[in-house]
């Protein structure tokens, strides 16, 4: 973790004067390659809705002074990524009970496109780089494939301005067949950036909703406990 990172921690713990604004940017991606068939988009998108909506969630939304901001789009092919939502910086449950309904209603752009999750990733960098000023920035990739079009993840960090921003994953998984480890491994081995990153697994879309709700709550429980010191207590050593 960078000094100024630590140092904007420290504050928002503190609950200080200098706290950031926001604790938290966080984009929303979602996988509509061609791979995933109609009944599988409904599914991740009733799961991505009832998930923000889990009243845990919730409650690690609105568990720190400072509010958490999301921005959502889908993605698929070249130059084939969709807005969803723009930054909504989410202080009320009103904030957050919209947003969800945005996503509940949305309907996929594309059907017939690959999987080019280096230009995924290059426009999430973007939506990235004109969020709120926040002190923690994530890019969050849910997929079902592999990279199959255009440059992949390597290049796409190497291209885009991801310093200081960790990209977790949540793969849907095949319920069987070789294909379950080749796209967990990619995921793991060249999707996974940053200190922190780390992947959550669907077992089919039917388990999106519960994969994307525990992703959810490790990205969004505030971290600044973890990082200080708990008190030292009467007649326990320091």
């Known amino acids: 973790m960078s000094a100024s990172l630590l140092a904007g921690v420290l504050a928002l713990a503190a609950g200080g004067a200098d706290a950031a604004p926001c604790r938290q940017a966080l984009v929303l991606a979602m996988d509509v390659s061609s791979s995933v068939d109609p009944r599988e988009d409904a599914l991740q998108r009733q799961g991505l809705t009832a998930a ?14 400072a509010p958490v901001a999301i921005a959502a789009y889908e993605w698929s092919g070249r130059d084939k990524q969709r807005l969803l939502s723009d930054w909504r910086l989410i202080e009320t449950q009103d904030d957050l009970l919209a ?5 509940r209603q949305s309907r996929r752009s594309e059907t017939e496109f690959p999987t080019a999750m280096g230009y995924a990733l290059g426009y999430g960098a973007g ?13 969050d990739m849910a997929g079902d494939g592999i990279n199959n079009e255009g440059f992949g993840p390597a290049e796409a960090y190497a291209a885009f301005p991801f310093d200081e921003v960790v990209v977790n994953g949540l793969v849907v998984a095949p319920l069987d067949g070789p294909d379950q480890a080749d796209v967990e491994g990619f995921y793991r081995d060249q999707v996974l950036h940053g200190p ?20 959810l709550l490790r990205e969004l429980r505030p971290r600044a406990i973890s ?12």
Do not use: S
């Not at 923000?52 to 720190?64: C, I, R, T």
């Not at 947003?99 to 996503?103: R, T, V």
């Open 227 to 238: 990082l200080l010191r708990a008190p030292t207590q009467p007649g326990h050593p320091g």
């Open 99 to 103: 947003l969800a309904e945005i996503i």
């Open 52 to 65: 923000l909506l889990a009243p845990e969630v919730a409650a690690a939304v609105f568990a720190a002074p």
């Open 127 to 139: 939506l990235l780089a004109r969020a709120p000023d926040c002190l923690m920035r994530t890019l």
């Open 196 to 215: 922190g990153a780390f992947l959550e697994i669907a077992r089919g879309f039917e388990d999106y909703e519960g994969a994307m709700r525990r992703k």
